[in-house]
């Protein structure tokens, strides 16, 4: 059985930092792209970043450029999203989902809450 | 690039069918095969029912189904039940936003 699990979430004040965890188990971690997509309260899915097998590439939405990095430790199953200078429309349900190819997202963690607020 | 169209909502009464669009542009949703659909009920995790336009994972119901014609892909739910009363989203490869804006299904 397939299980991610987000970690790392709380509250933070306007400009600080959260690094974000996701641990996989039941998936060949090694041969599996994986996202960050976010859902801020009451609103739609948004992707945020990917990332491929060995951690070579990695891709973020123009909105989160040069504030997150997307990372992985393939010894631990382990997938990261370092989060800096975070405002307060970075407020979000952050999830991890594996991804089998062409945006298709086909097991989702429960989601770890990020709350931005002085 | 902004997010992929759907209609906010869409309703039906139990046995009957709804359909829901997503409209993208010629540089996802009609250039691509790539289209996949996401089912959230409140407070949890979205699970994917849909993908590659019209391929269900194990464990999906037949009763959802999927097409795509030009820019716009549809989800089709028939025979609707009471646990399909959720908020769908579409994907597509290609964009630089992915995900449809969401569509509430009602079940009457």
């Known amino acids: 059985e397939v299980q991610l699990v987000e970690s790392g979430g709380g509250l933070v004040q306007p400009g600080g930092s959260l690094r974000l965890s996701c641990a996989a188990s039941?998936?060949?971690?090694?041969?599996?792209?994986f996202n960050w997509v976010r859902q801020a309260p009451g609103k739609g899915l948004e992707w945020v970043a990917s990332?491929?097998?060995?951690?070579?590439?990695?891709y973020y939405v123009d909105t989160v450029k040069g504030r997150f990095t997307i990372s992985r430790d393939n010894d631990k199953n382990s997938l990261y999203l370092q989060m800096n200078s975070l405002r307060a429309e970075d407020m979000a349900v952050y999830y991890c989902?594996?991804?089998?190819?062409?945006?298709?997202?086909?097991?989702w963690g429960q989601g770890t809450l990020v709350t931005v607020s002085s | 690039q902004s997010a992929l169209t759907q209609p906010p909502s869409a309703s039906g009464s139990p046995g009957q069918s709804v359909t829901i669009s997503c409209t993208g542009t010629?540089?996802?949703?009609?250039?691509?095969?790539?289209v996949s659909w996401y089912q959230q009920h409140p407070g949890k995790a979205p699970k994917l029912m849909i993908y590659?336009?019209?391929k269900r994972p194990s464990g999906v119901p037949d009763r959802f189904s999927g097409s795509k014609s030009g820019n716009t892909a549809s989800l089709t739910v028939s025979g609707l039940q009471a646990e399909d009363e959720a908020d769908y989203y579409c994907?597509?490869?290609?964009?630089?936003?992915?995900f449809g804006t969401g569509t509430k299904v009602t079940v009457l």
């Open positions: 994907c597509s490869f290609g964009g630089s936003s992915p």
């Open positions: 590659e336009v019209n």
């Open positions: 010629s540089s996802d949703v009609g250039k691509y095969n790539y």
């Open positions: 989902a594996t991804d089998i190819g062409y945006f298709t997202l086909d097991y």
């Open positions: 039941g998936v060949t971690f090694t041969t599996s792209w």
């Open positions: 990332i491929n097998q060995d951690g070579s590439q990695k």
